[in-house]
């Protein structure tokens, strides 16, 4: 079944403590996306991936890294996490067909941190 | 700055009662715009992608339509399945990679 998978899918932490949330995908997509989505504010992009190694800022990167070292794997990394952190994170990915940027959504991730 | 403003915020209809929900953009150049679905504690489901003034999809009840300033999804005889979150998003011309996403209309069907 083509899917995108998210772990852990809850997860509270506290202030400063180092976490990482994977994201995996099984349609060999090139393209690949987090997202963080807080009410009133919809979906906001993080970072995005083209393709292998290649990795760029979304709208809000700040407090976040990424890595894309496997095409299905796009792991999201909070050195040092915040309480303005605690929100509702979705990985997604993408074929990438000329602009067709059709993106298939994990399930999300609630993440709180106190 | 890119924005992508959809409205209303929330919509109540009535099972069969028929109504557009609406999503304005201000980019420099459109590459793309996207209409997803989103149910309660899931993630966004892609429905459509519009690419140039003019262009329609539909599928089932919904029809997306494509202007140079806005698109509206259209809701013909909605049921209440229907019922979700509809997102609105851009692909913008100068980055051709970054996603903009609205904040969603919240559509409830009563039957």
């Known amino acids: 079944e083509a899917q995108v998978t998210q772990n852990p899918r809850y997860l509270i932490t506290v202030t400063g403590k180092k976490l990482t949330v994977t994201c995996s995908q099984n349609?060999?997509?090139?393209?690949m996306s987090w997202y963080r989505q807080d009410p009133g504010l919809g979906l906001r992009q993080i970072y995005y991936?083209?393709?292998?190694?290649?990795?760029d800022k979304g709208d809000v990167p700040e407090g976040y890294k990424v890595s894309r070292k496997e095409k299905r794997n796009f792991p999201l990394i909070l050195e040092s996490p915040s309480p303005n952190q605690t929100s509702l994170y979705f990985c997604a990915s993408s074929l990438k067909t000329g602009f067709t940027y059709e993106q298939y959504f994990g399930p999300g991730t609630r993440l709180t941190v106190t | 700055e890119d924005q992508v403003t959809q409205s209303p915020e929330a919509l109540r209809l009535q099972e069969g009662e028929s109504s557009s929900l609406n999503c304005s953009y201000t980019?420099?150049?459109?590459?793309?715009l996207f209409w997803y679905r989103q149910d309660p504690g899931k993630g966004p489901e892609f429905l459509f992608t519009?690419?140039?003034a003019g262009e329609e999809k539909e599928k089932e009840r919904l029809k997306a339509t494509l202007t140079k300033k806005e698109s509206f999804l259209h809701i013909t005889a909605p049921k209440p399945e229907d019922s979700a979150t509809y997102l609105c998003a851009v692909l913008e011309d100068s980055s051709a990679s970054k996603i903009i996403f609205g904040s969603g209309t919240r559509l409830s069907i009563r039957p």
């Open positions: 991936s083209m393709n292998v190694e290649v990795t």
């Open positions: 519009l690419y140039s």
């Open positions: 980019v420099s150049g459109l590459r793309g």
């Open positions: 349609m060999n997509h090139e393209y």
